[in-house]
């Protein structure tokens, strides 16, 4: 119980230092509320350029001195308060509404495809260690996992989406235009068929590094103490491997989970952004973009949230799964 509020509480200035370095790195940007807000008639509408700007650096409180915008905008965060869009003035919580679920789901669904395919991958790694099919999908998949993930989903588009190749698979968005047609087995063929690229590009660096990893903690616990035990007791050779072997060489990938979600939500910014998938990675893109400032902010403060959440469960996860943290802490209160 201390270890998890230790862990909780060490969120808070985490999560402060991000707000307040996003938020200083906003004001130390050239001044773009104008181009932001004004249509492409705004200055022929406006007396004038100096004119307009004041109103609208009064209207959403730039005029204010900065530590005064700063308890301000920690009084919205607090509240949830993150007031509406400068672009088109939509409220942003509702436009995070539309975007989160997709990009949560987006990467549930690559962590799950990950650690699916990755931890079988390194047990048969670590099985066959030193013999040449190993060497050879190990070759693969650090020649996967060099390739820059932005390359990567133009190749696939270029010749898996284009016209001019395969053509095979749909070149952005998450539906067809004509969905709303489709029967509901249909719909859902058609939604899967629109995964397919973007969830490659999402999920392939990670294999080389968790069935490696995996590979590896395998074959510590093939080495160790109990297994040689086991052995010795004249247990099967499929019960030794796959319980209790299999079963302490996982614990270390769960901590590795933590660690895996930033990268996630990280790389789903370029991945949205040339999918046309309208996640939290195309929003904050966007968002960067146009300096819209209300919305970077509220994307900023759920994602760096949803993320500490991640690690400190991951971190959670861990203490059940390893007695010897849970000893350890014992340890410490004596």
Same mark, same amino acid.
Request: avoid cysteine.
């Given at each position: ?249 996982? +614990?270390?990938? $769960?901590?590795?989970?933590? =660690?895996?979600?930033? &990268?996630? *939500? ?6 949205? !952004? %040339? ?26 403060? +759920?994602?760096? $949230?949803?993320?500490?959440? =991640?690690?400190?469960? &991951?971190? *959670? ?6 007695? !010897? %943290? ?9």
């Amino acid at each position: 119980m201390r270890f998890a509020l230790r862990r909780f509480l060490l969120m808070v200035p985490t999560f402060v230092g991000i707000i307040t370095i996003t938020f200083f790195l906003i004001k130390l940007r050239p001044d773009a509320l104008t181009t932001a807000s004004m249509g492409p008639d705004g200055l022929k509408e406006s007396s004038g350029l100096d004119e307009f700007q004041t109103k609208m650096r009064a209207y959403y409180g730039l005029d204010q001195p900065l530590h005064i915008q700063y308890l301000k905008l920690w009084k919205n965060i607090l509240t949830l308060d993150f007031s509406e869009s400068r672009i088109d003035h939509r409220p942003v919580l509702s436009k995070i509404a539309e975007a989160l679920p997709i990009t949560l789901f987006f990467n549930l669904l690559s962590v799950f495809i990950v650690y699916t395919i990755s931890i079988p991958l390194g047990i048969y790694m670590a099985l066959h260690d030193g013999a040449r099919r190993e060497h050879l999908i190990a070759t693969v998949l650090y020649v996967l996992y060099a390739l820059p993930g932005f390359w990567v989903a133009l190749m696939v588009l270029k010749y898996f989406g284009s016209a001019e190749y395969l053509d095979m698979f749909p070149l952005s968005g998450l539906v067809s235009p004509y969905f709303s047609k489709l029967a509901w087995y249909e719909q859902v063929a058609d939604f899967l068929w629109h995964l397919v690229l973007p969830v490659f590009v999402m999920v392939y660096g990670s294999f080389a590094f968790l069935s490696r990893y995996m590979k590896s903690s395998f074959l510590d616990a093939l080495r160790s103490d109990y297994v040689r035990t086991a052995k010795a007791k004249g247990l099967k050779g499929s019960t030794v491997i796959y319980v209790h072997a299999l079963r302490n060489s996982v +614990i270390p990938l $769960v901590t590795l989970l933590g =660690g895996l979600l930033p &990268s996630l *939500i990280g790389g789903s910014v370029i991945l949205e !952004r %040339i999918f046309t998938i309208p996640g939290m990675g195309k929003l904050a893109y966007d968002s960067f973009y146009a300096n819209d400032d209300t919305v970077i902010i509220a994307v900023v403060s +759920i994602s760096s $949230v949803l993320t500490m959440l =991640g690690i400190f469960l &991951s971190d *959670i996860a861990y203490m059940a799964v390893d007695p !010897r %943290i849970r000893y350890g802490m014992q340890n410490e209160k004596m």
